[in-house]
């Protein structure tokens, strides 16, 4: 059966730290307030708004940033030259600009498109954004090598996760569910599977620097090989979760090594009565662990 993620999990709760969810009450300001108006005129996740914002203007969130190709493009999103005449005016402030210029391009290319921005993810605005229309082809690039899957992924990794720190106070401003998902699989790549497949969950583990868990009956093989006599190339466990250590609770004769974040668990007896790697000692076992880290476990 497929794993399927629940309220309490760790690993969500790493995910959740990963982009940005904290504990944290935020402090209202006008930028905060602008940012989720004009998030709700569109239907959209506040935190994606404002990250496609941030990437934009290099994280300066100024209404007059210039850049692109040329020094031609201006704004919040960086309005190109004809945008700039509908949607661009010089004296725009974050506020006014957000609220009215940049909701109402929206608003425009997706009618225009005949979509609609109710519910519109992170990589369907900045798509829009990147090349006038949420319908074009995602992985078609820029002037600068920048896709609108590339730049997604970017965006989510990058800008968001300091956008909802800067204005949210780490809190996560998601929409739905849905939302949610559409921006995890974004940062992974992986974006036509359901967050309920197994190598769905690897990517996230991967994402967030968490190795797969073990389950403990693997573990409990591992063990048993390691303590084989007859067993002559596994000398170790490596484990990846501390409550694992449990399973090492009546087996005295292993000891545990701190390697890369992970825990071996070492045979201490095998290894030392072991002729072919004379170490005979806890000096001489972790000076090899250290240059063969893997070695004492195949």
Do not use: C
């Amino acid at each position: 059966m497929a794993y399927v993620p629940s309220d309490d999990d760790d690993l969500l709760k790493k995910v959740d730290v990963f982009i940005g969810q904290k504990p944290k009450t935020p402090t209202p300001n006008s930028k905060t307030e602008a940012l989720r108006r004009a998030a709700d005129k569109l239907g959209v996740d506040a935190a994606d708004l404002g990250a496609i914002i941030s990437f934009e203007s290099a994280g300066s969130f100024n209404p007059h940033k210039v850049g692109g190709a040329g020094n031609k493009y201006k704004g919040l999103i960086q309005f190109g030259p004809e945008e700039q005449k509908l949607y661009y005016k010089p004296n725009d402030t974050f506020e006014s600009q957000i609220e009215d210029g940049v909701v109402r391009y929206f608003q425009d290319r997706f009618k225009k498109a005949k979509k609609n921005t109710q519910g519109a993810t992170l990589e369907d605005l900045y798509t829009t954004v990147i090349a006038g229309n949420p319908n074009a082809n995602r992985d078609a690039k820029d002037a600068f090598g920048t896709s609108a899957r590339t730049g997604t992924q970017k965006i989510a990794k990058e800008h968001r996760p300091k956008v909802l720190q800067n204005f949210f106070g780490g809190q996560d401003t998601r929409i739905d569910d849905a939302t949610f998902w559409n921006d995890i699989r974004q940062m992974v790549d992986t974006p036509n599977e359901s967050p309920t497949e197994d190598n769905f969950w690897q990517d996230i583990r991967a994402l967030v620097n968490q190795p797969a868990k073990e389950p403990d009956v693997t573990i409990d093989a591992q063990i048993q090989s390691a303590s084989d006599p007859n067993v002559k190339t596994r000398f170790g466990v490596l484990t990846t979760e501390p409550e694992q250590a449990k399973l090492f609770a009546q087996r005295g004769d292993f000891k545990p090594f701190e390697v890369n974040g992970k825990t071996l668990w070492v045979n201490t007896a095998k290894v030392y009565a072991n002729k072919k790697l004379r170490l005979k000692n806890e000096a001489d076992l972790k000076q090899y662990i250290a240059k063969n880290p893997n070695a004492l476990t195949t």
